[in-house]
């Protein structure tokens, strides 16, 4: 049962329009949520993270949104650009005594056209 | 600062045998992850280790073991490998365990490619 889903595997968009990522989760127990990048033959980077509290959060070009009720985030991140295509993972953390499991969606490819 | 190295890279192996990864962290990291990444199953979490105990395991067959060393650097073991664990295995290091509501960036390597045949 996979308790973080990313339904759209991939995802094209213009270079300078807006990207949007959707995740959807079904564990309530989850109160932190983060968005991973990850390039072919690298592990996964950090880009931004959300706190349960929180319904959005904004670095630069990338902001987060959560709807809690819905138990739906998205990433955006404006403008796009080409060095963007990665594949995104979103992530979710439950309380302390998961330690630092991260329970990961299966992924979207963005791919960002000059 | 180094970043969390892994080795080695890639592997064949042949069904039956028995594997060892090696993780090392970011200095003063004491916590280590494990992940396999497959195409069709994602990220999924293998084991954690934080001052050589494991805190935490996924839903692995025991087959997939795991330590970790005085000085944070983690192995991870699969005996008896199947076709079906041929995999990129990820390692991250966190500076701490998770505690109180506060959340540690994890820093990934880039991974082992196992390929068994």
């Known amino acids: 049962d996979q308790q973080v889903k990313q339904n759209s595997p991939s995802l094209s968009v213009q270079e300078g329009r807006i990207s949007i990522l959707n995740c959807d989760y079904t564990?309530?127990?989850?109160?932190?949520f983060l968005w991973y990048k990850k390039y072919p033959a690298e592990g996964p980077t950090f880009l931004i993270s959300?706190?349960?509290?929180?319904d959005k959060n904004e670095d630069g070009r990338f902001t987060v949104f959560l709807n809690k009720s819905a138990k739906h985030l998205s990433l955006h991140i404006v403008p796009s650009q080409p060095g963007d295509s990665a594949v995104y993972f979103c992530?979710?953390?439950?309380?302390?005594?998961?330690?630092?499991?991260?329970?990961f969606g299966g992924g979207t490819r963005l791919m960002v056209k000059p | 600062k180094a970043g969390v190295t892994q080795t080695p890279r890639y592997l064949i192996k042949t069904r039956g045998q028995q594997v060892t990864l090696s993780c090392s962290p970011i200095s003063g990291h004491r916590s280590v992850s494990w992940y396999q990444q497959t195409p069709g199953q994602g990220l999924q979490f293998l084991f954690e280790?934080?001052?050589?105990?494991?805190?935490n395991k996924g839903n692995f067959p025991g087959r997939f073991s795991g330590r970790q060393f005085s000085n944070s650097r983690s192995e991870m073991n699969v005996s008896t490998l199947e076709l079906g664990d041929s995999a990129l295995y990820l390692c991250?290091?966190?500076?701490?365990?998770?505690?109180?509501?506060?959340?540690?960036?994890?820093?990934f390597g880039p991974g082992t490619r196992l390929t068994v045949t």
């Open positions: 280790y934080f001052s050589e105990t494991q805190r």
């Open positions: 564990n309530s127990m989850f109160d932190y």
């Open positions: 992530a979710a953390s439950a309380p302390e005594n998961a330690g630092n499991m991260l329970t």
């Open positions: 959300i706190s349960s509290i929180k």
């Open positions: 991250a290091s966190s500076i701490r365990v998770r505690s109180r509501g506060d959340l540690y960036e994890q820093y």
